[in-house]
Structure formats: C-alpha cells, structure tokens
C-alpha cells in the first residue's frame, strides 16, 4: 500500500514563507513525476508544481518566481519551498503521484492559510 504524507502547513502572514513536505512510502519504486496541487475553497484543484526525476520542473503561472519544488529520489521525497505568499495562495495543498494506467496518488492534504 502507497501512502503520501504531506507536512509543513499552517498560518502565514502575507510575504512569509512556509515549506511543505511529502513522503512516499510503500510498494513503490522509480517514481517519475511528482508534484503538487492545490485546491481553495469554492474553486476547483490546480496544479501548483512538478518535478521529474530527472530534475526537469514546471510551475503554474501564479507561484513562478516564489515558489520551488525540489525531491530526493533516494528518500521519495518532495518539497514546495513557498516565499512571498500571497493571501490567494491560502488552500489546501495535496502531494501527488501520477500513475500511467491507473489512479494517481494523492496524499491528504495540508492547509496553509496566508493572512493579509
């Protein structure tokens, strides 16, 4: 069984930071892409970050520039590095695994709220 943790959430003022964290365990082995959603009230789930296991990453527009994502593939670990946060980031965030051919993998969540 595949489970994803994710850490690091919680309540910011605006133009603070805060790193969220995500741990892979289980029967998996070689992941490729990992990354991270978000999803605020009201408002459908977005992709926020990812991150191949070659190094390769993708941003959404809105996080560019103050957000990084970064993993070690020893560990299956990912990590979102979040500066200068913006009332609008305020969601709940989710670790995510894609998987070819199935259901991909989703960790809880963790919330981060940003404050004005």
């Known amino acids: 069984q595949v489970q994803l943790v994710e850490s690091g959430g919680g309540l910011v003022q605006a133009g603070g930071s805060l790193r969220l964290s995500c741990a892979v365990s289980?029967?998996?082995?070689?992941?490729?892409?990992m990354g991270w959603f978000r999803q605020a009230p009201g408002k459908q789930r977005e992709l926020v970050a990812t991150?191949?296991?070659?190094?390769?990453?993708n941003y959404a527009g809105s996080v560019k520039g103050r957000f990084t994502i970064s993993r070690d593939n020893a560990k299956n670990t990912v990590t979102l590095q979040m500066n200068s946060l913006k009332p609008e980031d305020t969601a709940v965030y989710y670790c995510?695994?894609?998987?070819?051919?199935?259901?991909?993998?989703w960790g809880q969540g963790t919330q981060v709220t940003v404050s004005s």
């Open positions: 995510w695994v894609p998987r070819a051919g199935a259901n991909d993998y």
């Open positions: 289980g029967s998996i082995f070689n992941i490729n892409a």
């Open positions: 991150i191949t296991s070659g190094g390769s990453r």
